[in-house]
Nanobody
Framework: QVQLVESGGGLVQPGGSLRLSCAAS????????VGWFRQAPGKEREFVAA????????YYTDSLRGRFTISRDNAKNTVYLQMNSLKPEDTAVYYC????????????????WGQGTQVTVSS
């Protein structure tokens, strides 16, 4: 059973930064893809970034490339999302998700999900 636990969300002013963490447990993750999604109130869940557990290749939604960075610490079984130059429109619940096989950008194609962490960007 795969378990994903997000942390690091909170309230930040516009222009600030946050680093989200996703701690994974339950099995070996070689061959898994891990993604970050977000969901703002009244909107659909959208893809943010993803990477394979055993590769440095990363994927981003175009609008966030350059401000957000996904990374991984295999020793800690943790995936991170560094978010810089945050804007009010980045306010959302951020979710970590995992799937076997190729990276996908559609949330329903992920098998495992964390509980989410709230990010609020406001002055």
């Amino acid at each position: 059973q795969v378990q994903l636990v997000e942390s690091g969300g909170g309230l930040v002013q516009p222009g600030g930064s946050l680093r989200l963490s996703c701690a994974a447990s339950g099995r070996a993750f070689a061959g898994y893809g891990v993604g970050w999604f977000r969901q703002a109130p009244g909107k659909e869940r959208e893809f943010v970034a993803a990477m394979y557990w055993n590769s440095e290749v990363t994927y981003y939604t175009d609008s966030l490339r350059g401000r957000f960075t996904i990374s991984r610490d295999n020793a800690k079984n943790t995936v991170y999302l560094q978010m810089n130059s945050l804007k009010p429109e980045d306010t959302a619940v951020y979710y970590c998700a995992a799937r076997t096989g190729q990276i996908r950008t559609v949330s329903r194609q992920y098998d495992y999900w964390g509980q989410g962490t709230q990010v609020t960007v406001s002055s």
